[in-house]
């Protein structure tokens, strides 16, 4: 037995669902038709490689399913969460980086006037929507995108039916889906939650119709950035020319905001965030000091280059080489999607097709040395620079052969 499967067996004893993060799973990672000996545990990350508990390393494209961006264990960050550490990361008040931390992300983020820090995605999401509930005395959301595992938009085992029922999701970009729900609302709508980019950028139509129905009928408009922010710019979507002048009413962050350590803010209006003063809302490390300080590392990193102008420049040259090796091999029906900074792999056929197809690529792209992710997204970072184009042109080169005489063997 590898060492890779005898750790996932003993994860499978006593771990629930074999890891508590949902989406590194083995299933979530790999799909159920891959090898079994793949690797689920690591023991070091650095730059953009991982070595896992059998030894080996492999260039990371997942890049912690997008929480860093500047790399793993970036010696600014890592420097400055030892110094917070050391001097007491979490006390009964509340650490005064907290307040500047705060100051900064009003500074850069257009729709900023007050800041909420929290500890993860979902709950900021959650946190923002209970903000609109609380401001505008309303329950129905109206929701497009991915928001989280909270019960709040969820359906699914464990989930009551009541839970979400004031939840109503729309497909993206689908401007007469959204106007339709809205209608349905009618007087109870209290907010529109959107991801700006789902796979691809928005139609300035889609954003200019969520704002109108939300000034229309009073409704906050919160923008997910999670995703989004540090990595297109670092005040997120709504700071970009492809945001047009649409500011949302809220919007959230998380991810790349502290390079992986755990911190998510939400911010906007001051009206509208003055709501946290009635709506309880509370997490016990939701300000502890080492993850704002990883934060403050990012900011002055983003405060002396343009590091969102480099991830795309990363992406872009991460892109071409996958282009490359995917036309060298003449693989039929696999798309690169997304944009530069967060793109993915999407494998044709029926569902079952598909999913042998990307197991296949996954499996031979990891053997030839490169962590792909499945499905959405993979994401560049600083340490995604030319030294690791060679490695990947020869793992996809690799996976897309794999695929291709997959294809052959089952005569497509």
Known sequence: ??????????????????????????????????????????????????????????????????????????????????????????????????????ERLVDLIPCADRVLFLKTGAEAVAAAVRLARAYTGRDVVVGSGYFGWLDWWSTGPGVTAGASADFVGVPFDDVPALEAAVDAASGRLAAIVLEPVVERLPSATWLRAARRLCDRSG??????????????????FQATGDAGDVVPDLATFGKALANGYPLAAVVGRRDVMAAARRAWIS??????????????????????????????????????????????CAVREVTLMGLPQMWFLRFG?????????????LDATRAAGVLFKRGAYNYPTLAHDATIDDAVARAAHVGFAAVRQLDDSEGR
């Not at 793949?38 to 490689?49: D, K, L, M, N, T």
């Not at 890049?63 to 264990?73: E, F, N």
């Not at 056929?349 to 690529?361: I, L």
Request: hydrophobic content about 40%; charged content about 25%.
């Open 349 to 361: 056929g029926d569902a079952d097709v598909s999913t042998r197809r990307e197991a296949r690529f």
């Open 219 to 236: 409704a906050v408009l919160v923008f997910d950035e999670v995703k989004t922010g540090c990595r297109l710019h670092v005040g997120g």
């Open 283 to 328: 997490s016990t490390l939701a300000s502890e000091a080492t993850a704002l300080a990883a934060a403050h590392a990012v900011l002055d990193r983003h405060a002396r280059e343009d590091v969102c102008a480099r991830l795309r420049l990363h992406g872009e040259a991460l892109c071409d080489t996958v282009r490359e090796a995917m036309a060298e």
């Open 1 to 102: 037995m590898s060492a890779s499967d005898d750790w996932r067996r003993r994860a499978s004893a006593v771990v629930a669902a074999d890891a508590s993060t949902g989406s590194k799973r083995p299933m979530a990672l790999y799909g159920p038709t891959s090898d079994e000996g793949a690797p689920v545990h690591y023991v070091r990350a650095s730059g953009c490689r991982v070595t896992t508990v059998d030894g080996r390393t492999l260039v990371d494209l997942t890049s912690a399913l997008g929480s860093v961006a500047l790399g793993y264990a970036e010696p600014e960050v890592t420097q400055r969460v030892h110094e917070a550490a050391a001097a007491g990361h979490v006390a009964g008040l509340t650490h005064a980086s907290e307040v500047t931390l705060a």
